[in-house]
């Protein structure tokens, strides 16, 4: 089969399109024909040898990725048989082995998939929007909210902003480059703006008519984040998720105390730990998108292309969810 191999930790040029013996199923697992496969941004920081967080680094040679939909198309030792044939999705957690044409996974890691519902987008839901199920849980965004979606035509940040119009908040997607403004606009959120301009919180200010935000949803971190935090009016409440500007939002007591503020991560133990854990997170994300309540936006790439979408990803060129497909 053909996967993408990483011989060594650095750029994407680091990841190689091989071909190797077929995966064989172990006891309890199963070996899927992949249709997608997802590409998380803790894959390019795994990949340049940096470390992944809860995530270890991985003994080389190594196959990334952790998301995976296709087809079950081989049964493990111990595996009911109607799975074969069944199209399902997983995240393979600390495993690897996603960028593949055919991957094993655990049989208690499986989703089924109805019929309508594509490779791409469960594959998107199965990661992003499992996280993207946390950070609600904590946000718990109102009809009486305006809530700021920083990176707002992002994985995360696109279906934050579905969420959001969904309840009835008026929402404020803000977002790098005019065409990812417009893809947030069309997402959900009333008013759209570029944070490269240098206005961006003014022009933020100006849209809303006078109203404050009451809830920031910030996955950027940086000087973004920050300004995120000026939006917010008396009261208000911030929800962080990440930093893909690779600065963490910092802010102090102070901060929290000049507005009577509340500043939460809703990432890390709190999503990992919580009760249902994270399976249960899995399946509400799958069902709000197989009803059409949240749609991912996916940038896909053929699977040989694997470092040409890590680049993109790393440059911030990608909308949506970045997907390969093999």
Do not use: C, N
């Not at 998301?67 to 048989?81: C, F, H, I, K, T």
């Not at 995120?228 to 901060?255: C, H, Q, Y």
């Not at 105390?257 to 994300?285: C, F, H, K, N, W």
């Amino acid at each position: 089969m053909h996967v993408i191999r990483q011989h060594e930790f650095g750029p994407p040029e680091t990841l190689m399109y091989e071909e190797v013996a077929d995966p064989v199923p172990a006891d309890g697992q199963v070996r899927i024909a992949v249709e997608a496969a997802g590409v998380h941004l803790l894959d390019t920081t795994i990949r340049r040898g940096e470390s992944g967080g809860p995530f270890p680094l991985p003994d080389l040679p190594m196959t990334p990725g952790r998301e995976v939909a296709g087809r079950v198309e081989a049964l493990g030792p111990g595996v009911d048989e109607r799975w074969l044939g069944r199209r399902v999705v997983a995240h393979l957690g600390m495993a690897s082995g996603g960028y593949a044409a055919l991957a094993v996974a655990p049989v208690g890691a499986l989703h089924e998939l109805p019929d309508d519902l594509e490779a791409d987008a469960a594959v998107a839901m199965i990661g992003t929007g499992r996280t993207t199920m946390g950070i609600l849980e904590v946000a718990q965004p109102t009809p009486d909210d305006v809530v700021l979606v920083t990176a707002a035509a992002g994985g995360i940040g696109s279906l934050l902003v579905q969420a959001a119009h969904g309840v009835g908040a008026v929402v404020a997607g803000v977002a790098g480059g005019p065409d990812k403004v417009e893809r947030a606009r069309k997402m959900g959120a009333d008013v759209g703006v570029d944070y490269r301009d240098a206005a961006w919180l003014d022009a933020v200010r100006e849209a809303l008519e006078g109203r404050s935000v009451t809830l920031a949803l910030d996955g950027v971190g940086g000087e973004i984040g920050r300004g995120a935090l000026e939006l917010l009016g008396p009261g208000g409440r911030i929800v962080m998720f990440g930093w893909s500007s690779g600065k963490p939002l910092e802010l102090s007591t102070g901060d929290l105390y000049a507005g009577g503020i509340t500043a939460s991560a809703a990432v890390g133990p709190r999503i990992t730990q919580r009760p249902g854990g994270m399976r249960d997170l899995e399946t509400r994300a799958l069902a709000e998108a197989a009803a059409g309540r949240l749609v991912p936006t996916v940038t896909p790439f053929p699977l040989a292309d694997a470092a040409r979408a890590h680049a993109a990803l790393e440059g911030r060129s990608t909308v949506g969810k970045t997907v390969l497909l093999p």
